[in-house]
């Protein structure tokens, strides 16, 4: 029987891992886009409420998780 602990471990690897392959194949068709096509893009879905804009940058994890108001974990 596996170690519960190996088992945490890899999961968090694997979700890792899943994440940022999910994350870069949905940011790619759109990472050059401005603000307003981006905008325009989630209107024609009815997201365009779900956009966040921030006064102070969200370029990495550690920022976007201070941008929002939460600790960022590693």
């Known amino acids: 029987m596996a170690d519960t602990g190996v088992i945490i471990v890899r999961n968090k690897i694997a979700g890792a891992i899943y994440g940022m392959a999910l994350g870069d194949s949905m940011g790619m068709p759109s990472e050059l886009w401005g ?3 981006v905008r325009k893009y989630f209107e024609q879905y009815g997201m365009d409420d779900k ?3 921030f006064e ?3 370029a990495t994890v550690d920022l976007a998780a201070k941008a929002v108001g939460v600790e960022g974990a590693r």
Request: glycine content about 0%.
């Open 51 to 53: 956009i966040m804009e």
């Open 35 to 37: 603000r307003e096509k």
């Open 56 to 58: 102070v940058s969200s």
